[in-house]
């Protein structure tokens, strides 16, 4: 049975967030100090999953896109910051990582990208079929990631390609109005005390975050 905390997420609205157009690219280095960030809307992360035992860190996401790429940046609080995995496609979330899984056709619900990234700007990307079959061997071309460490924590901004996305997209820039469908995540800790948190709550009973049926939307904004 589901903690009454997950039946009552269940129950709400999915949320959505409109992803503005910008005219000023921003560096990708890590730092969220660019102007173009500034106009962004910004998106709170939830701790969904009461057992679980680590600090609960506050992350706050953006999104913005422009003709050729959609721009994501973390912000996360970070009191003791790991990343032991090095090689891409190694498996990032096992770090202290954020995650973005995108799906540019909702109607075809059961398929998705994951982009998993750690503190120190390792990727690991794939297509996840019906949150179960993962074709890790992806390795799109052209992805831009930096991150940057502070006293407080770390940051991390990616840069995709709308181009790259062709396998499950027409690679072409979205219109102004599409809509697409997004979880952010970010895993935070060492076991035993380690923390999912999540923009969208997947309303799993264990810590998981493959749901794409509790995905938020997305909302391209006008030029």
């Not at 809509?179 to 309303?203: A, F």
Request: net charge negative.
């Amino acid at each position: 049975m589901l903690p009454i905390l997950l039946l009552a997420t269940l129950a709400q609205d999915l949320p959505t967030l409109e992803v503005r157009h910008t005219k000023d690219k921003p560096a990708i280095d890590g730092k969220l100090s660019d102007k173009a960030w500034q106009s962004a809307q910004t998106v709170d992360f939830k701790f969904p999953w009461d057992i679980q035992t680590g600090a609960k860190q506050p992350t706050v996401a953006r999104l913005l896109y422009d003709n050729t790429h959609l721009y994501i940046a973390y912000d996360c609080t970070d009191s003791d910051i790991t990343a032991q995995y090095k090689l891409r496609d190694d498996p990032t979330y096992k770090d202290d990582a954020v995650e973005a899984f995108i799906n540019p056709r909702p109607s075809q619900a059961d398929i998705y990208f994951g982009f998993e990234m750690n503190s120190d700007a390792v990727m690991y990307d794939y297509i996840m079929f019906l949150s179960k079959g993962l074709f890790k061997r992806l390795d799109l071309q052209g992805l831009q990631i930096a991150t940057a460490k502070t006293p407080k924590g770390w940051s991390l901004e990616l840069a995709i390609p709308f181009s790259e996305l062709e396998p499950l997209h027409n690679g072409k820039t979205p219109n102004p109005g599409d809509q697409w469908t997004i979880n952010l995540n970010r895993w935070d800790g060492t076991e035993p005390n380690r923390r999912l948190s999540q923009w969208s709550p997947s309303g799993l009973e264990k810590p998981n975050p493959h749901n794409p049926k509790r995905f938020g939307n997305m909302v391209f904004g006008k030029p």
